[in-house]
């Protein structure tokens, strides 16, 4: 079965810095890789998707890259914000499963001012 | 701005009992989820429709769960009996679907308590 790993350790950085998520995937590629944000007590929220074919996919100061060979997203923040802390969580979708969207277990991020 | 909706908001019931979760998806997505997640951890895929039609139950727990999206609109998640480990947050999600927009969009979820 597909598995998801997200650095289960907290990440603490300061502010203005540039934040770096990790998430590794097995077995077959997605469809697509996506990532969300979850504040504590709430749905996740959609942030960005980045498909099988691209490598990279930017929005404002977030930027995410797609390593098919390494089975591999990195998640960046740039400029980081104290209201950027929260939990981040990948999830890949496999159009050959129906779209079936299966979520790794989230990294919590701390901006400290 | 459409949102998903969910109730009840918060459900506290005792082991044994039957328990029933509601989720209303944004008019016309066809891709409808429901998740649990146990504080700390990743929400884990419990059951999707397409439409009216299950794609995926494998992780549903079907001796006590059920779940149902008769009209493909709106759906129900039941548990009977619940069991103390079932405590957990209920999410509801929805999609345009394969062919649409794959992006998820989730409700405030159900967070229930069984003691």
């Known amino acids: 079965s597909q598995k998801i790993e997200q650095n289960s350790e907290a990440l603490n950085i300061q502010e203005g810095k540039t934040a770096t998520l990790t998430c590794n995937y097995t077995n077959y590629s997605p469809a697509y890789l996506q990532w969300y944000r979850q504040d504590p007590g709430r749905g996740p929220v959609f942030l960005l998707l980045i498909r099988e074919n691209e490598k990279e996919k930017r929005k404002e100061r977030l930027k995410v890259t797609f390593d098919t060979t390494l089975k591999q997203s990195l998640f960046h923040i740039t400029a980081s914000q104290p209201a950027d802390s929260a939990t981040y969580l990948c999830a890949l979708l496999w159009y050959n499963q129906g779209g079936k969207l299966i979520f790794g277990q989230g990294t919590e991020l701390s901006v400290k001012p | 701005e459409a949102e998903v909706a969910q109730s009840p908001r918060y459900k506290i019931t005792e082991k044994s009992q039957a328990v029933a979760f509601w989720c209303d998806p944004i008019s016309g997505h066809a891709t409808l989820y429901w998740y649990r997640q146990i504080l700390g951890q990743g929400p884990e895929l419990l059951v999707q429709f397409q439409d009216e039609s299950v794609v995926d139950d494998s992780q549903l727990p079907k001796d006590r769960f059920s779940a149902e999206r008769l009209k493909g609109v709106d759906s129900t998640l039941k548990i009977q009996p619940a069991e103390l480990g079932d405590s957990a947050m209920y999410l509801c999600?929805?999609?345009?679907?394969?062919?649409?927009?794959?992006?998820?969009?989730f409700g405030q979820g159900t967070r229930l308590t069984v003691v």
């Open positions: 999600a929805s999609s345009q679907g394969v062919g649409g927009g794959t992006e998820a969009f």
